[in-house]
T-cell receptor, first 113, second 109 residues
Framework: DAGVIQSPRHEVTEMGQEVTLRCKPI?????LFWYRQTMMRGLELLIY????????DSGMPEDRFSAKMPNASFSTLKIQPSEPRDSAVYFC???????????FGQGTRLTVV | AQRVTQPEKLLSVFKGAPVELKCNYS??????LFWYVQYSRQRLQLLLR??SRESIKGFTADLNKGETSFHLKKPFAQEEDSAMYYC???????????FGRGTSLIVHP
């Protein structure tokens, strides 16, 4: 298994544009997490899914952020419109109760100018 | 609510010195504690978990429920240990990790 795969690795966009981050979890994992990493706040849990269903999105900072998981092998995190303060590294992770630990993707470094 | 506190943003030591990265947690139930490591330009990866009671790369961590701590220790730091370390708390029987803010460990030659 290639692990959790995120795309793109880097994204530079202008303020106001829509940004879509993508994640492919490890096959068989039934939990998927989106995290945001910044120097100021460290790793923040934005939202997580269980069996493709959003369970807790209380970490999503604003209505500009939305996440979907249309099937077990794909999730997106969308920011519309993007703002400079959204600049961060966004990580996707997946896990299952049998593994007992989360596996992380390599992250998407987002820069909004 | 669960919370993980890592009081040090940065820890700087010399090679061969002992290292202790502090982690305290707040959770009313039975916690699962983890340490994750992120080397430069790499993804986060699990270093160790308290249930396993293992030593990975010379690191150990003991869960102290009385002090609600899970400090990460290594007796002799190596340069390759330089990385960002995150303490994480899993709760509620399912694995939804809450992370601390992380501690950047720098080991000087």
């Amino acid at each position: 298994d290639a692990g959790v795969i995120q795309s793109p690795r880097h994204e530079v966009t202008e303020m106001g544009q829509e940004v879509t981050l993508r994640c492919k979890p490890i096959s068989g994992h039934d939990y998927l997490f989106w995290y945001r990493q910044t120097m100021m706040r460290g790793l923040e849990l934005l939202i997580y899914f269980n069996n493709n269903v959003p369970i807790d999105d209380s970490g999503m900072p604003e209505d500009r952020f939305s996440a979907k998981m249309p099937n077990a092998s794909f999730s997106t995190l969308k920011i519309q419109p993007s703002e400079p303060r959204d600049s961060a590294v966004y990580f996707c992770a997946s896990s299952s109760l049998t593994t007992g630990k989360a596996f992380f993707g390599q992250g998407t470094r987002l820069t909004v100018v | 609510a669960q919370r993980v506190t890592q009081p040090e943003k940065l820890l700087s030591v010399f090679k061969g010195a002992p290292v202790e990265l502090k982690c305290n947690y707040s959770y009313s139930g039975s916690p699962e504690l983890f340490w994750y490591v992120q080397y430069s330009r790499q993804r986060l990866q699990l270093l160790l978990r308290h249930i396993s009671r293992e030593s990975i790369k010379g690191f150990t961590a003991d869960l102290n429920k009385g002090e609600t701590s899970f400090h990460l220790k290594k007796p002799f730091a190596q340069e390759e240990d330089s990385a960002m370390y995150y303490c994480a708390l899993g709760t509620g029987g399912s694995y939804i990790p809450t992370f601390g803010r992380g501690t950047s460990l720098i080991v000087h030659p």
